[in-house]
C-alpha cells in the first residue's frame, strides 16, 4: 500500500474513533476511556463537589445542572461559592493534607497557571466531547493547550464601549478606539479606575497590548474615573457622562430593562475578553462523577443549559444566543482582545498591572 493510502485510511480511522484517540497540536491526546464505565462509576459516587468563583455561575445556572444531574444518574451537586481568590488556597491545602473535598473548580486563568498548575494538584481534562473539532467559537484548550487542565467554560467577551443615544447621535457613535480621542469627548467618558479590581482593570489588561501605552497615556486624558463598577453605565444613565469604557454588564442590564437610553457598541478592534474556566482536581473524591459532568458540560445539550442560565455566549457555535440582548451577542468573525499569556504566567504580574494604570490614569494626568 502506497504511503498516501495509509495516510488516508489511519485519517479515517481517526475520525471513526475520534473519540478515544485524536490529534491535539503536535501530539495525541486520549480520552478518558468508554464512557459507559465513567458513567456506571459515577453513579456510585452519587455526588459531585464544585469551589465557584464569584460571577462564575448564577444560582440558575447550579440548580438547572443540579436537576439534570440528580433527575439523570442519580448524582446530587453541592456547590461551595467563595471568592476566587481563596480557592487556590483550599485546594492546595486539601491536596498536602489529603484531605480532598472538592472535584471540580470555576476559576480563572491566572488563579489556574500560576497557582494550582505548577503546584500538580489538577488532571487532564480529556473528555471526548472537548475534543470535537470544529464547532468551537473558542476552543475550550485553546490557552492551555496540551496542558488541558482548565478549560474556557464560555466565551466571556464584554461590549468595551455603552453610550447613552439622548447625548450620542447615531452619526457619532465612536466605531473604534482612535474616536475616543476626539476633544468632544473630553471630560464626557466614564471608566472605573483601572488601577484596582474591577471592570475596568479587566478591560485595562486585555487591550493595553493591543491599544499600546501611548494611546492609553492620551485616552487617560479624555476620561473621568470612577471607583465602584456599576457606577460608571449610572454615570451614561443619567447623562453626566455621554459613554462608558468597559461598562458593568448586569448593572447596564438592568438600567436598559429601567428604560435608561443606554446602546452597547463593539469596537472595531474588538471587545475586551475575561477569563473564565473550569479545572478537574487531583484526589477528587468523585472522580467519575467529575469527568462525566466535564463530559456533558461540552456538549450542546450542557452548553445550551449553561448559557441560557447565565446567560452567556457558549463556547460552542450550535448553541443558541437568544437569551442574550442582541447588543451581547457574538457575531462570527468579530475581532476580540483578551490578557496576553505572558501576564498570566507570572504571579506578581498582576500587581504590576495595577501600577502601571495607576501611574497612567492617576499619576499621569
Known sequence: MTRWRVAVALSLLVLQFGWLHLAWGA?????????????????????????????????????????????????????????????????????????????????GFSGNYTQLNPRGV????????????GIWWLDPASVTGEDRDWLYTRLPMSPSFLINTKLVPSSQQPAGYQDLLDPKWKGKIVVQTPAVGGSGSGWFDATYRTLGLDYMRALAKQVV???NPSESPEFVARGQAAMAIAPNIPRALALIEEGAPLKFIHPKEGSHFSESGISLVRGAPHLNAGKLFMQWFYTREGQTIFARTMPAISVRKDVPQDALPEGLRYVEGAPFLRKDIEDMRRPERTAELRTLAKQIFEEGK
Open 27 to 107: 501530539s495525541t491526546i486520549k480520552a478518558w476511556g468508554p464512557l459507559n464505565e465513567i458513567e456506571a462509576a459515577a453513579r456510585k459516587e452519587a455526588a459531585l463537589v464544585f469551589y465557584v468563583g464569584g460571577g462564575f455561575t448564577t444560582r440558575q445556572t447550579e440548580d438547572a445542572m443540579s436537576r439534570l444531574f440528580e433527575e439523570r444518574y442519580g448524582i446530587r451537586m453541592q456547590w461551595n461559592s467563595m471568592p476566587a481568590s481563596d480557592i487556590p488556597v483550599r485546594v492546595i491545602t486539601e491536596d498536602r493534607t489529603k484531605q480532598n473535598i472538592v472535584d471540580l473548580v470555576f476559576i
Open 122 to 133: 489538577l488532571l487532564s481534562v480529556l473528555a471526548p466531547s472537548t475534543l470535537e473539532k
Open 225 to 227: 474615573l470612577v471607583k
